[in-house]
């Protein structure tokens, strides 16, 4: 399994690096960009060389490091969708296309422990890359900061590296991590069994198929003056957006109670440390494991007759 392992990091590696490296720069950039105007003494909220008051010190702390990395977090997130769909749809078809997979059904190796290495590697290695890489960012964008205002005569280094705001969001993170791989599963599953079938186009035929199923569903239904049921848009969701971080959290009720994306985001991520882990409590986590394991073992006999 190690082998198998190293072997997803080899080919994966150029694009977890270049992935890494330019979201990493655009904060840094980010960063420069705010101590440069943060120089300009009408720009600025706080003159040059001033002394800060104990409340004001805080405040300024609290506005650097208080909400810093749970902000660079989503776009990391965003990034680690992107990558999680787009590794998945090519991990059992680009060795069809570029006919590798002789070569590696050579090796004494089974085709249950090949699926096997590629969902451990997509649900574990690309998350946690993105969270490292989130904190290496996080890390640089504040030190160019605190030397933006050490510029100006306020030494905050201290102030905000010791700061308990900057790093409870990796702690919330890694506490919802095996939520999150379970919960991922129908999605994993959904693209690998595509993967395992096409060669060309997967990720868009993995979204295309469900949606259209749907479509004629919704079609047939409102012909037949019927009301589509609400399983089969739970499902729908579960098929394809399943990889979406605190997705778990997403309901009716949630909804209604909070207007507007911004308030709904802002709910979840108040609640997922502490409501996360009732998810094992519903029958929808566990449904969606069924059908991800049934997935991805169509996959695997997919891959063991498909050359």
Not at 49 to 57: D, H
Not at 98 to 107: A, P, T
Not at 197 to 220: D, E, H, M, N, S
Request: hydrophobic share 55%.
């Amino acid at each position: 399994m190690k082998f198998l392992l190293l072997r997803e990091w080899w080919e994966s590696r150029q694009l977890f690096i270049r992935t890494g490296l330019i979201l990493i720069a655009l904060s840094v950039v980010s960063a420069i960009i705010s101590a440069i105007v943060m120089q300009d003494p009408g720009a600025s909220r706080i003159l040059p060389g001033a002394v800060l008051t104990a409340e004001q010190l805080s405040n300024e702390v609290d506005g650097i490091a208080g909400h810093s990395l749970a902000g660079r977090m989503f776009g990391f997130c965003v990034a680690m969708i992107f990558f999680m769909y787009s590794y998945f749809s090519g991990a059992l078809s680009e060795e069809r296309k570029d006919r590798s997979i002789l070569f590696w059904k050579s090796l004494p190796v089974s085709d249950a422990q090949t699926v096997m290495a590629k969902v451990l590697f997509g649900v574990l290695a690309i998350p946690l890359f993105m969270l490292v890489a989130s904190i290496i960012s996080n890390i640089l964008a504040l030190s160019i900061l605190c030397i933006g205002h050490a510029l100006q005569g306020r030494w905050l280094f201290l102030s905000v590296f010791s700061h308990a705001g900057l790093w409870s969001p990796v702690l919330d993170t890694l506490r919802v991590f095996p939520v999150f791989i379970l919960w991922s599963l129908p999605t994993v599953g959904w693209l690998l069994l595509v993967s395992s079938v096409l060669t060309k186009r997967v990720g868009l035929w993995a979204v295309l198929g469900p949606v259209a199923v749907f479509l004629l569903l919704v079609l047939l239904c409102k012909s037949l003056n019927m009301t589509l049921d609400s399983f089969v848009y739970l499902w729908l969701g579960r098929l394809l957006f399943s990889l979406l971080p605190f997705s778990w959290l997403l309901n009716a009720e949630l909804l209604k109670q909070h207007n507007g994306f911004k308030n709904v985001l802002d709910s979840i991520v108040r609640s997922a440390p502490t409501d996360s882990w009732d998810t094992f409590l519903h029958l929808n986590i566990w449904c969606g494991v069924l059908v991800g394991v049934l997935f991805i073992y169509g996959a695997i006999r997919m891959r063991t007759y498909r050359e």
